[in-house]
């Protein structure tokens, strides 16, 4: 069965320094993967998008990078802030569905 | 613009009751989907829709049904509710297959 698996339920890391989020999935062959950010109780906030015919993508202090290959997305958050505190959420679609890993919880220290 | 408007927002229920979340959107988005989200848990996919008349099921299909007979609306039925269907419930919309999902506030609902 499809299986998307986030490296880990929580990170916590120091103010300035680069966040590094893992999603890894088997048995899939999405056409896209996404990113969001979710804060606790609300909906889940789009970030970024990329297709399977691209390797990096690239918005503001966010990185993310999509290997079919390895079928693993590495998301990246440079010199990050307490701000960036919150649930990141992988998603990955075929035209059709949209499915979601169980999300790694965020946290940057001052 | 209201985006993606789900109501309501809190609700419980008896075992055995039934219920309907709404879900509208205005955004002319073609896609709309249900999830369910456990505490602690990530989304799981319970049906979605890829224009009016269509519909399917996603991972976790049972105990639930939808419709969609307009571009707007897509609600989600519990016919007979069960503890298990304690959950936040969040609706979302998407122009098409390939692009970003706006998602509504969430129906926080427990069966008691």
């Known amino acids: 069965s499809q299986k998307i698996e986030q490296n880990s339920e929580a990170l916590n890391i120091q103010e300035g320094k680069t966040a590094t989020l893992t999603c890894n999935y088997t048995?899939?062959?999405?056409?896209?993967l996404q990113w969001y950010r979710q804060d606790p109780g609300r909906g889940p906030v789009f970030l970024l998008l990329?297709?399977?015919?691209?390797k990096e993508k690239r918005k503001e202090r966010l990185k993310v990078t999509f290997d079919t290959t390895l079928k693993q997305s590495l998301f990246h958050i440079t010199a990050s802030q307490p701000a960036d505190s919150a649930t990141y959420l992988c998603?990955?679609?075929?035209?059709?569905?949209?499915?979601f890993g169980a999300g790694t919880r965020l946290t940057v220290k001052p | 613009n209201a985006g993606v408007t789900q109501t309501p927002k809190f609700r419980i229920l008896k075992i055995g009751q039934s219920m309907t979340l709404q879900c509208t959107q205005d955004?002319?988005?073609?896609?709309m989907y249900w999830y369910r989200q456990d505490p602690g848990m990530g989304l799981k996919l319970i049906y979605y829709?890829?224009?009016?008349?269509?519909?399917d099921k996603g991972e976790v299909p049972n105990g639930y049904n939808v419709s969609r007979s307009t571009t707007e609306d897509f609600p989600l039925r519990l016919e007979l509710a069960a503890p298990s269907q304690t959950s936040v419930y969040f609706c979302?919309?998407?122009?098409?297959?390939?692009?970003?999902?706006?998602f509504g506030q969430g129906t926080r609902l427990t069966v008691v």
């Open positions: 998603a990955l679609g075929d035209n059709n569905d949209m499915r």
């Open positions: 048995n899939y062959s999405p056409a896209y």
């Open positions: 979302a919309s998407s122009y098409s297959g390939v692009t970003e999902a706006f």
């Open positions: 990329i297709r399977e015919n691209e």
């Open positions: 955004m002319n988005h073609n896609y």
């Open positions: 829709s890829v224009g009016a008349g269509i519909t």
